[in-house]
């Protein structure tokens, strides 16, 4: 397929998500996928997608941020669960992971952007414990993803998605 025919309508292609350790695809190949994507579509931004692979992958030869890798750096924030005691905010390991992964980003590639991710799943509780935050604590979310002790953000999405719990009607629904 011929991209150019959609290039005014793609905000950005996104190549992997969560790619270091449990995936196995070291930051060599990130980069060897931002190439290859790059020569298919260089005018459209790339993205990866990265929860803590930043802040866990410091110190693992291989494994660690580099240039090369992205335009647009989407760090998820996922510390918003339910691990069996009731949904809550892990605030201190959101700060720790962003303000980590944001200083890293903007210090190796500071052309990159850097957009966080912003959990409103499409269902009260995943199978990873992963819940839907009530409007006082979506809030609290984002106050703390938009605050600048965090570091440089150019902006956030909304990420969603269906769990196996959910029915054919809810799928619907959303």
């Known amino acids: 397929t011929n991209y150019s025919t959609y290039k005014n309508n793609i905000f950005g292609f996104l190549i992997i998500d969560e790619p270091y350790e449990d995936k196995g695809v070291a930051a060599a190949q990130v980069r060897s996928l931002y190439s290859e994507a790059k020569k298919i579509a260089p005018e459209i931004p790339i993205i990866v997608g990265w929860s803590r692979e930043i802040s866990k992958s410091k110190g693992k030869p291989g494994f660690e941020f580099s240039d090369g890798m992205c335009d647009i750096c989407l760090i998820s924030a996922l510390e918003y669960r339910d691990l069996g005691t009731g949904p809550s905010l892990d605030e201190e390991s959101l700060r720790d992971n962003h303000s980590f992964s944001r200083k890293t980003i903007s210090e190796t590639d500071p052309d990159a952007l850097i957009l966080s991710s912003v959990p ?55």
Do not use: C, H
Request: aromatic share 8%; proline share 7%; charged share 20%.
């Open 120 to 174: 409103v799943f499409g269902q009260a509780q995943s199978m990873a414990g992963y819940a839907m935050p009530d409007p006082e604590n979506l809030r609290q979310i984002v106050d703390l993803l938009l605050s600048p002790e965090l570091g440089k953000i150019d902006g956030l999405m909304w990420q969603s998605w269906l769990g196996p719990t959910v029915t054919k009607a809810q799928k619907q629904e959303t």
